[in-house]
């Protein structure tokens, strides 16, 4: 039987994959976006869409009231396309606040409609120095200054609102996202992932899975994702048909 999703920042790379993974297994979908032009792209999608900013706590609490949803798909970020080299020092700020004051609205959202799980996503690359491979127990660079002391900062953060709320929380790491949307097709970074395959994780986490994070990225000496694989029966390999 299918659940009711929330599904926050449903225009994004990861949001647009996620969408026809969750209709395909029989899901309803209500999918927030910033963009009233988005809306009718999500329409299309066949998700009911919602123009809503998630820094607008009553509007948000509002549209998540009248969706009723059963689970929270936390999806949402602010980084410019391609995440453009001389755009990213400010969007790191930008980013940090949505992790932050944003999931604060979401979670007290998700508890005012009564959900009972909610998926978020996070990233694999905020541990702090220490022997490799990361595994999800190992702490996070909380001690971090700088452009990264302000990202790890808003993931700790994030991660603290969804773990420590009155539901189920599922905080996703995700390593270097790739793939259509993303503004590369080619795997880079420490802990790459393809964005198909990291929108499926958060598909088997509807259902699967103790709260808790899981690192999601393909096999690298950086982060072991073999809790997502064992847990989640993830596969790095997963890919859209064409």
């Not at 009711?4 to 990861?14: D, M």
């Not at 595994?135 to 996070?140: F, K, S």
């Amino acid at each position: 039987m299918g659940h009711r999703i929330f599904l926050a920042g449903a225009s994004g790379a990861i949001g647009q994959r996620l969408i026809p993974q969750l209709l395909a297994a029989g899901h309803q979908v209500t999918g927030t976006t910033r963009n009233a032009d988005k809306a009718a792209i999500l329409r299309a999608l066949g998700v009911g869409p919602v123009v809503v900013d998630v820094f607008d706590a009553e509007a948000l609490s509002r549209a998540m009231l009248a969706a009723k949803p059963d689970i929270v798909v936390h999806q949402l970020t602010d980084l410019p396309p391609g995440l453009d080299p001389s755009r990213m020092g400010e969007a790191v700020v930008r980013n940090a606040r949505i992790r932050d004051e944003g999931t604060r609205n979401l979670v007290a959202a998700a508890v005012a409609s009564g959900v009972r799980r909610m998926v978020a996503q996070s990233i694999a690359w905020a541990y702090a120095p220490g022997p490799e491979p990361h595994d999800e127990a190992d702490p996070l660079d909380g001690g971090a200054s700088g452009n990264r002391g302000i990202s790890v900062g808003g993931v700790i953060a994030l991660e603290k609102a969804v773990l420590n709320a009155p539901f189920a929380g599922v905080v996703l790491r995700y390593g270097q996202l790739y793939g259509p949307g993303t503004g590369t097709d080619t795997a880079a970074g420490a802990s790459p992932v393809h964005v198909d395959a990291a929108a499926y994780a958060a598909l088997l986490a509807l259902d699967k899975g103790a709260p808790g994070a899981f690192n999601v990225a393909e096999p690298n000496p950086a982060v072991s994702t073999q809790k997502a694989v064992d847990e989640l029966g993830w596969r790095p390999d997963f890919r859209l048909p064409a």
